[in-house]
């Protein structure tokens, strides 16, 4: 890894905003700027903003140049010295960052106008251990269905917003509860990240294989309720080109809590259990319609495979069987949501 040199600062930053760039040159000002903007110029503002070339081929490594240029002492920037992808960019930031909390941010999304000077008044005021908030789709030419949608503000949790609470089940059942396991509206102390704590390198959906080891450490968090991240829908998306080895990645990604929480005090908990497996069949569910759509682009024998494998990852990671979910979705009157998870697990219940 080369990097810049570094800033010298009169005391350690309280938070890292890190930003992983590749072959994001349309994208990446805007982004830096998002960032900058909200942090008041000179050596005590307290924030560092660490951006990580992944050799990019697009020009983007010049356009980090040109902006540490523009704004002397305000960046700092490492770069790989091949390429190695989101995780592995995100795992040296990690090791590299000196900020008590950190904030992953993609380079293709911003930040809102007043999300660090929140951050700021939730961290001086409670010391949480994680900081989770909303987000905001940003689309180039949003619709009305689109507003309709709830697209300007969307929540990623489900349960207590604006008070301090204890970590443990509570967060990550309503984490689980809305799927939104994205490391971008996450913002931890950077204690969470043990030695063994990092992203997947290599893999699709590393942030669900990851956030949820993070949190699981957390003795504390906070739900602002607001939209402090601008996620922007293109075309180039992970969800938008789906293929088989994506799918098996989303179909493992949550074996690792599982496992993690194998003989923990949390494994027992019912709310945490059901929401655990709700992901999980929603991962089921996804998979098993990538698997569907590759009939007759790739050998049976190969799908058969896939299929089989995305059933045992259900079994492994979901702390409810395929029967037991049925039952309580029948119980709680989501028959849509059981008739997909049936029909995706092909499994015949009356």
């Given at each position: 890894m080369i990097r810049s040199p570094a800033t010298a600062t009169a005391s350690p930053p309280w938070l890292s905003v890190l930003v992983p760039v590749y072959n994001v040159r349309d994208y990446l000002v805007e982004c830096v700027q998002s960032v900058l903007s909200q942090i008041p110029d000179g050596a005590g503002a307290g924030v560092e903003v660490l951006l990580l070339d992944d050799c990019s081929t697009d020009g983007s490594a010049a356009v980090m140049d040109d902006l540490a240029a523009r704004h002397p002492g305000r960046l700092r920037l490492l770069r790989h010295e091949r390429n190695a992808g989101l995780s592995a960019a995100r795992n040296t930031m990690i090791d590299a960052a000196r900020g008590d909390y950190l904030w992953f941010l993609d380079s293709d999304d911003k930040l809102l106008p007043g999300?660090?000077?929140?951050?700021?008044?939730?961290?001086?005021?409670?010391?949480?251990?994680?900081?989770?908030?909303?987000?905001?789709?940003?689309?180039?030419?949003?619709?009305?269905?689109?507003?309709?949608?709830?697209?300007?503000h969307r929540s990623t949790f489900a349960g207590p917003h604006a008070t301090l609470r204890p970590g443990g089940a509570g967060l990550l059942a309503g984490l689980l509860a809305t799927g939104e396991l994205h490391a971008w509206s996450k913002i931890t102390r950077r204690a969470l990240w043990a030695a063994d704590v990092r992203f997947p390198v290599g893999r699709y959906f590393e942030d669900m294989a990851t956030m949820p080891l993070a949190l699981l450490r957390a003795r504390s968090y906070w739900h602002a309720p607001r939209p402090w991240v601008a996620y922007r829908q293109r075309g180039g998306s992970i969800l938008a080109n789906m293929t088989l080895p994506k799918a098996l990645d989303q179909s493992a990604a949550l074996r690792p809590l599982a496992q993690a929480l194998q003989g923990r005090p949390e494994a027992q908990d019912a709310a945490l259990r059901l929401a655990l497996a709700q992901q999980c069949a929603r991962n089921l569910v996804g998979a098993m319609r990538v698997v569907e759509r590759a009939a007759?682009?790739?050998?049976?024998?190969?799908?058969?495979?896939?299929?089989?494998?995305?059933?045992?990852?259900?079994?492994?990671?979901?702390?409810?069987?395929?029967?037991?979910?049925?039952?309580?979705?029948?119980?709680?009157?989501?028959?849509?949501?059981r008739l997909k998870f049936l029909r995706a697990h092909a499994l015949r219940l009356p």
């Open positions: 999300a660090i000077a929140g951050l700021r008044d939730v961290v001086r005021q409670h010391a949480p251990d994680a900081v989770l908030c909303d987000f905001a789709v940003w689309r180039e030419r949003p619709r009305l269905k689109h507003r309709l949608r709830g697209e300007g007759g682009t790739v050998p049976d024998a190969v799908l058969d495979e896939a299929a089989a494998r995305v059933r045992a990852d259900f079994a492994a990671a979901s702390p409810l069987d395929a029967r037991a979910l049925a039952a309580a979705y029948a119980r709680r009157g989501w028959w849509l949501r």
